[in-house]
């Protein structure tokens, strides 16, 4: 059974979304559809710990144990406890209600089986009457302290999540080194001339980070599960010149993005209609203005997987050209789909792929192109932290030749990674509203049938987060 919660992140995923962003905006030397920053727009969700329970066989044979126990002796409470739990842990969220009533009809003042059944019922959608089963526990004389604050703090957590308003985020600051800033290639391809390119560094710069987001929802009285959502989030690289010859200042990106959407339906079966916005800039000047539309459907497919797929339509005004004063001539439409996937192979081991491929029509021909995008992460969470790794994939068709360098371009760009990330102070798996700390590696390389376009990139960096 698939245990969710909305509006919850991975501080793993943001940071592998975040680098990905930035290469993927300066390697593909093109307008980018921001498809990396996609778990930012509402409707799309990350899984983490406390969202997601999938089942173990250990636990499965665990529970077949208990239960043939149980079978010997039906009228046993503890034997029955025990039956209820390992079916919770297991996500047999129905089974583990079946067995708690068992138990209150043979003793209807057991408390502890009054708290697990008021989980279980607020697991199963039925808030009503779980803030009964809590409130019974709250105001039972046999009821400990201990199941007393339990039942009260998971009451108030209960009606919080039914206020009309709701509000979330993370913020995150990070420090780091980068080689080849400025994204140059070694060469320059001139009318079929590879000239050296003077700005080509294979030397590292000091790399800042910033990134803040927020998410505003609003649910709908007159529609069960129904919310208009508002996401505003701000990145931020800069670079720090290691070099009175380079500047490196040109390649500092900010890119500020405004969603606006319509969701419905419970967050393991939803459908997303959204409208995207956002600014790109390179050294504080105007580089791509984008405005999409999209529409998504997600839905959870057995205990274990959750799928997410959408299009998307929309226009860029890109803005690299004249020295980045800007150039309406350099527009284009775009159009794409998306597909992506979670899944837990096990309590441990979670893995993730996305696919996308956008189509941009330009004003100028040779700036029309079709991009194919792949990523795949695999995460491992265990008591102290979460360790991943990353591979992504883009390919660049463009549609006609190149006027500098006489060839029609074709650029594949390759990047790979690693993360640990832990939550602070006492090193354990991250939470939701962790202070975490994030270690990361990445390295990038961009091939292309034009030397201009062949580039390479590292980076390695320190990432502090808090969500809330």
């Keep these: 059974m698939l245990k969710f919660c909305p509006r919850k992140k991975i501080p793993l995923l943001i940071s592998v979304c975040l680098f990905n962003a930035a290469s993927t905006l300066a390697l593909a030397q093109s307008p980018a559809p921001f498809v990396d920053i996609q778990s930012e727009v509402p409707g799309a969700v990350d899984f983490s710990n406390d969202q997601f329970t999938p089942a173990r066989s250990e636990e499965q044979r665990k ?14 409470i503890p034997l029955n406890l025990e039956l209820a739990i390992a079916q919770l842990q297991l996500g047999n969220v ?5 067995t708690l009533d068992r138990i209150l009809a043979i003793n209807p003042n057991e408390v502890q089986a009054r708290l697990l059944l008021a989980q279980a019922e607020s697991r199963l959608g039925n808030t009503v009457e779980a803030k009964v089963y809590y409130q019974e526990v709250v105001d039972s004389p046999n009821a400990t302290e201990q199941q007393k604050s339990a039942a009260q703090a998971e009451l108030t957590a209960l009606i919080d999540s039914e206020k009309q308003w709701k509000y979330s985020g993370v913020l995150q600051a990070g420090i780091g080194r980068s080689m ?9 391809t001139i009318l079929g001339f590879d000239i050296g390119n003077p700005s080509y560094s294979a030397g590292y710069a000091t790399t800042y980070m910033y990134f803040g987001s927020v998410s505003f929802e609003r649910a709908l009285e007159t529609q069960s599960n129904d919310s208009v959502v508002m996401t505003l989030s701000r ?3 800069q670079y720090q010149n290691s070099s009175p010859d ?6 500092n990106l900010g890119i500020n993005t405004a969603t606006l959407a319509y969701q419905s339906g419970l967050i393991t079966d939803r ?4 409208w995207n916005s956002s600014q790109t800039t390179l050294s504080d000047k105007g580089f791509i203005n984008s405005n999409w539309g999209s529409v998504s459907y997600q839905k959870a497919i057995g205990e274990n997987a959750l799928v997410n797929g959408g299009i998307n339509y929309g226009y860029n005004n890109q803005l690299e050209g004249e020295n980045y004063s800007g150039s309406s001539s350099r527009s284009n439409w775009m159009t794409g789909f998306t597909l992506n996937g979670k899944y837990f192979l096990n309590a441990n081991w979670l893995t993730e792929v996305n696919l996308a491929r956008y189509n941009y029509q330009a004003k100028a021909s040779y700036e029309s192109y079709t991009m194919n995008y792949e990523l795949a992460s695999l995460t491992y969470l265990f008591s102290h932290g979460m360790l991943g790794v990353f591979v992504s994939n883009i390919n660049n068709q463009y549609a006609d030749a190149d006027p500098i360098s006489g060839t029609q371009r074709k650029i594949q760009t390759a990047t790979y990674g690693a993360s640990y990330t832990v939550a602070l102070p006492y090193f354990t798996k991250p939470e939701r509203k962790d202070l975490t700390l994030s270690l ?9 049938n034009v030397q201009t376009y062949d580039t390479q990139s590292r980076q390695y960096m320190a990432i502090l987060s808090k969500g809330f």
């Design 246 to 251: 380079v500047n490196y200042g040109l390649a």
């Design 440 to 448: 990361t590696y990445q390295q990038g390389q961009a091939n292309s």
């Design 271 to 274: 459908w997303t209609v959204g």
């Design 180 to 188: 080849n800033p400025l994204n140059s290639s070694k060469y320059l």
């Design 63 to 76: 529970a077949d144990a208990i239960f043939d126990k149980v079978y010997e002796q039906p009228n046993s």
């Design 94 to 98: 129905k089974g583990a209600s079946a």
């Design 235 to 237: 990145f931020s690289q």
